[in-house]
């Protein structure tokens, strides 16, 4: 039902932030019997899924990358929530993945948390001739509840694209560079696994959906594919590997949603 503009609202939103991301979440919803419904709204067009275990489910699609620009994670999910009354954001879509020794494409990644890889000090070293001090501040805990039911469902055997999924839940880096370099990706993960935090890899936007939950006392959660390895080698063939991550996640992402 294309077109249609009566009032959305939605207990869980579901955000993408890229085109294939979008089309995947389109593809898996109709083939699993659900809708995608336009709905016009103020924040964004969201496309109404259906329920799922008594949970009213949407999506929408930010209409740039990134979490802090006018038109960024932060500012669509705020306005997205009020007009919605939506309760729960859900990050879907790519990632980059952080090793490409113990991780493949299409591997679901699940944060605990994220680590704002901005919200540090630059201080002066007698050695380096500078360093980086993360704060407490850095470190910013998903929902428990959410986390747990996509742990639980990759742990019991969830199907995906490419089999049974494939998972790892740990910290993600979040931040606004678009990273392809291995030298950068490495030094990143460096200085944030310095307490002996496992990183699994890293996006763009959820910093600002992280936000935006904070400030409306919402729950959120990031729920994310390996697309690439953010190097110059793994982006130079991401037309070949978003769409099965992509796929990957939007599967994964509703088949847990009408279990649990």
């Known amino acids: 039902m294309e077109g249609t503009t009566d009032v959305l609202r939605a207990d869980v939103l579901l955000v993408t932030a890229v085109a294939s991301e979008e089309t995947a979440l389109k593809s898996v919803a109709l083939a699993s019997g659900l809708r995608w419904d336009r709905r016009k709204g103020a924040a964004a067009t969201y496309y109404h899924i259906g329920e799922l275990r008594g949970r009213r489910v949407a999506a929408l699609r930010l209409k740039s990358m990134g979490s802090f620009s006018a038109t960024g994670s ?155 390895f953010a190097t110059s080698e793994s982006r130079a063939t991401i037309s070949e590997t978003r769409d099965l991550a992509a796929n990957t996640a939007a599967l994964f992402t509703l088949k847990t949603l009408a279990a649990s």
């Open 74 to 228: 932060a500012f669509t999910c705020h306005r997205a929530m009020v007009e919605s009354e939506a309760t729960t954001i859900l990050a879907v879509g790519i990632a980059f993945g952080i090793s490409e020794e113990w991780q493949m494409v299409g591997d679901m990644l699940i944060a605990e948390s994220l680590h704002l890889y901005d919200e540090a000090d630059v201080i002066d070293d007698a050695e380096t001739g500078y360093r980086y001090v993360y704060g407490p501040k850095a470190t910013v805990p998903a929902s428990a509840e959410w986390v747990e039911r996509f742990r639980t469902a990759a742990t019991t055997g969830a199907e995906t694209p490419s089999g049974v999924a494939r998972h790892h839940v740990g910290k993600m880096l979040a931040g606004g560079a678009r990273i392809e370099s291995r030298a950068f990706r490495e030094l990143l993960r460096r200085r944030v696994e310095v307490d002996g935090t496992v990183v699994v890899g890293g996006e763009m936007e959820a910093a600002g959906i992280a936000a935006a939950c904070s400030a409306a006392g919402a729950d959120w959660a990031v729920v994310k594919a390996v697309a690439d």
